[in-house]
């Protein structure tokens, strides 16, 4: 079955400290890629996205993701967290070939102590 | 950044009555998505709609009904909700079929069915 996968539920760092959190899809042909955030009470937003060019991005607060085609990858990093990047992170996957829908992983939830 | 509105926030009610969720958006949207979000699950598509007057049921089964009379509003509705209803509900909109496009994500409506 198409998925997106996502490894680590539940992530604890101490700040400073370097992030990154595993996305895998399963999903053929063009893919569009996301990972969304969601800061304790709010709404899920935006972090970043790929749909092409330089499969390395960059997001909003120093967040950046690489899609790996050959390894079906899009995983997330940031070089030192803080507090404030205490989360529940999505990964998305956006397929042309299942009519252009949304599809997510089940979340990692990041701790980030001070 | 997101103009799209969800009331209630929170609604608890018990076994058998109707209920519908509301949700509006002022971005002119075409695209419009309900989720249903679980803890540690990956949200689920339950409905969209690519327009007014177009509704389509997503990958996960729901008893939920929706409509879409106007471009910004894209109510749920629960005829009669029982315990197994109790999830968050998030909705969210999108521009359409362009390359790279974001969803906009309300504040979601958490539903407690007793």
């Known amino acids: 079955a198409q998925s997106v996968s996502q490894h680590n539920h539940h992530v604890i760092l101490s700040e400073a400290a370097s992030l990154e959190l595993g996305c895998n899809y399963s999903y053929g042909g063009t893919v569009n890629l996301f990972w969304y955030v969601q800061y304790p009470g709010q709404h899920l937003q935006l972090l970043l996205k790929?749909?092409?060019?330089?499969?390395l991005v960059k997001g909003i607060k120093g967040f950046e993701a690489e899609f790996i085609k050959s390894k079906f990858s899009f995983n997330l990093r940031k070089p030192s967290v803080q507090w404030s990047d205490t989360a529940e992170y999505f990964c998305a996957v956006n397929a042309r070939n299942t009519g252009n829908q949304f599809y997510f992983g089940t979340g990692t939830s990041l701790t980030v102590i001070p | 950044e997101a103009d799209i509105y969800q009331t209630p926030r929170y609604l608890v009610i018990g076994t058998g009555k109707k209920i519908t969720l509301e949700c509006s958006q002022t971005m002119g949207h075409d695209k419009m998505y309900w989720y249903q979000q679980d803890p540690g699950m990956e949200l689920h598509l339950i409905h969209y709609s690519y327009g007014v007057n177009s509704t389509e049921k997503g990958d996960l089964s729901s008893e939920s009904t929706v409509s879409r009379i106007r471009t910004e509003h894209f109510p749920l509705t629960l005829e009669s909700a029982r315990p197994s209803h109790t999830s968050q509900y998030l909705c969210?909109?999108?521009?359409?079929?362009?390359?790279?496009?974001?969803?906009?994500f309300g504040s979601g409506t958490q539903l407690s069915v007793l």
């Open positions: 969210a909109s999108s521009e359409g079929d362009r390359v790279g496009e974001k969803l906009f």
């Open positions: 790929y749909f092409s060019g330089d499969p």
